[in-house]
């Protein structure tokens, strides 16, 4: 049988970017599985209470989540790797990720700009954040295949 493709959304702590978009991926249902995590994630953290707040508001659930820092087995499983911005694209290179399967979110979506990082900010930061995911998402559910 045919190996579902993952897709992999990588931030810094793997507690606000990369699992809402995460998240909100898998609100498309689309056969493409997603997943994240964290180049200097501590394994174990529940998502923020702001990142939860702010999928919850688009219908997502964030509420189970548990961070994990990036491994070369995560790496290995990921068919595509979606990273939160140029910098964190780059430290994954540096550190041994495959080129053909590492691109900024914005490369994959044509939607310019990194995802700028909400940590310790406001709810409205969280929820501004959540959305710029989402159109981000939107467009790569449709290029990704199946779902709406």
Known sequence: RERTMTILFVCTGNTCRSPMAMA????????????????FAQN??????????ACQKLGADLSGHKSRRITPEIIADADIIAAMTAS??????????????????SELTDIPG???????????????????????????????????
């Open 44 to 53: 174990g953290q529940l998502a923020s209470a702001e990142a939860v707040i």
């Open 24 to 39: 909100l991926f898998r609100l498309k249902g689309t056969d493409v599985k997603a997943e994240s995590a964290g180049i």
């Open 88 to 105: 964190h694209k780059f430290q994954l290179l540096l550190n041994g990720c495959p080129q053909e399967k590492i691109f900024t979110l």
């Open 114 to 148: 990194d995802i700028p990082d909400p940590f310790g900010q406001s709810q409205e930061i969280y929820d501004q954040t959540a959305r710029i995911l989402l159109k981000h998402i939107d467009v790569l559910a449709l290029k990704l295949g199946g779902g709406a």
